[in-house]
């Protein structure tokens, strides 16, 4: 069988591709100082006013509208094409200008280059980024991610990973390689690889790395999630276990719930690893599986952070259930104080009622106990709460707590609470 290879038309086309990116620069360098713009094909589903604001997708805007962001008395999105402006002095950029829509008749000054290649386009304003300094380099990311069809996951890796570039430039490049994939059915390993290795490399900057963990998150189809996991399972690095399980933390993908659900059972988590899992089950996607989890390993901790993220997490979700279990633990003579103080305010921030939480202060004997109830009475100001406030001034035994109840009160505009104070004081 006569096997056909492809490889010289391949290395012909990219030859092409490359030259017609060299005359575009030539054109612009070759233009006189000040203003040239140069406009392209934009990509389906991007449009503007040619002027003031370009929406790039469904509620995604950049720019100012008219009648203060009044989107009734906004000027009709127009689809492309994309206009690039860029200012120049002595042939260098000095700014990277984009619009999108129907040209701006008002401009005056400036040498059209007149329609261009979209490939054509995003190979040269990638080229900026890494020739021009400053924001002039980092603005023309914008433009190339406009271009229709054009082919930018090769150009923004080789910017991701250039670590001489400013640490905002790579971020961007980052977060548009992600975007790069839009439409795909897979994700290829093209784009992943290179983001996985810049989060592994413990050499470049942790924000840089931070981003590559959250584009991860964000790729379609949960490609970045097995990757995670993968990352927050390693030992070698407890910073990049820790932010590959935030990223996971901040998934609804299903995966990352259950990988979340089972992490919290381990018992040889570092500690600051299970903590971000245990608040995690807390937010956004918590579900009342989840919080009955967390009231179960409960006992299994072993350190009063651990046990204060459970408090945390489930005074995110609220609910009767986990109210009922904190006002238990907070009464719970077994366990330290300074737990059952955190338990007490977190019942409070999951909705427990002021006549449960003043069950509480009558219960205990603890005076720190006491302080961080008034405090939470003070707090929630309704009749029930001063009233107890109220009793507390004027029945109160320990006279450290009385004391704080009265200095809290002194601030009160209530009334009620004025003429109980000056009853104390004509005493």
Known sequence: MIRVSHLPLAAALVAAATNASAQLASRVDGAPDGRVQFSFASRAGVCGNGRTYIQTGPNSYTGVFYGNGDMSRMEPCVAGPVRVVIDRADKLPLSVQTYVGPPDSTLRGVTDLGRVRAQDAADYLLSLVAKVDGRAGRDALFPAMLADSANTAAALVTIAKNTSLPRETRRSAL?????????????????????????????????????????????????????????????????????????????????????????????????????????????????????????????????DRSREAVFSALAEMGGAENTRWLLALAQNGNEPIQLRRRAVESASRAGASIGDLIKVYDTTTDPSMKQNLIGIFVRNGERPAIDKLISIVKAEENLSVRRSAINQLSKSEDPRVKAALQDIVSR
Not at 234 to 260: C, F, H, I
């Open 175 to 303: 977060s548009y390689m992600g975007r790069s994939t839009d439409g795909l059915q897979t994700i290829p390993a093209s784009v992943t690889e290179p983001i996985l290795a810049i989060a592994r490399d413990e050499t470049d900057n942790q924000s840089v790395r931070q981003q590559a963990l959250s584009v991860l998150g964000r790729l379609d189809h949960g490609a970045g999630i097995q990757p995670l996991i993968q990352l927050s399972q390693q030992n070698q690095s407890v910073w990049l276990a820790k932010e590959s399980m935030s990223t996971l933390a901040r998934s609804g993908d299903p995966r990352a719930r259950q990988y979340l659900r089972t992490a919290v059972k381990r018992t040889d988590l570092p500690e600051d690893v299970l903590t971000v899992a245990l608040r995690a089950l807390g937010q956004e996607y918590a579900t009342a599986q989840d919080a009955a989890l967390l009231r179960e390993v409960y006992p299994t901790l072993r350190t």
